[in-house]
């Protein structure tokens, strides 16, 4: 089973995906990712002259935003999955 699988499964099974996504959302926030990210969409539509659709806006900055988002954010959303899994394990 993949760890990404296993994940899903953890989380759904403990209802602990919203509060995972809750805590995503707001370190995204504090780091100031998110607003960053709005400055960034904002020059794509400018460049664009404003002649793109959501999905083409998606597909530009995605990869660019993925990059973005702290290593430190990352580690700690890894940890704390780590964490239920091993708890998911023990019980």
Request: with cysteine; net charge positive; proline share 2%.
């Amino acid at each position: 089973m993949t760890l990404t699988r296993a994940t899903d499964q953890v989380t759904i099974l403990t209802g602990d995906r919203a509060r995972l996504k809750d805590l995503l959302r707001l370190r995204l926030i504090e780091c100031g990712w998110t607003d960053q990210l709005r400055l960034m969409c904002r020059e794509v539509v400018k460049a664009e002259d404003g002649k793109v659709n959501v999905d083409q806006l998606v597909q530009q900055v995605t990869p660019k935003a993925r990059s973005m988002i702290p290593d430190t954010v990352k580690k700690e959303l890894l940890q704390k999955i780590k964490t239920l899994i091993t708890e998911q394990e023990e019980n």
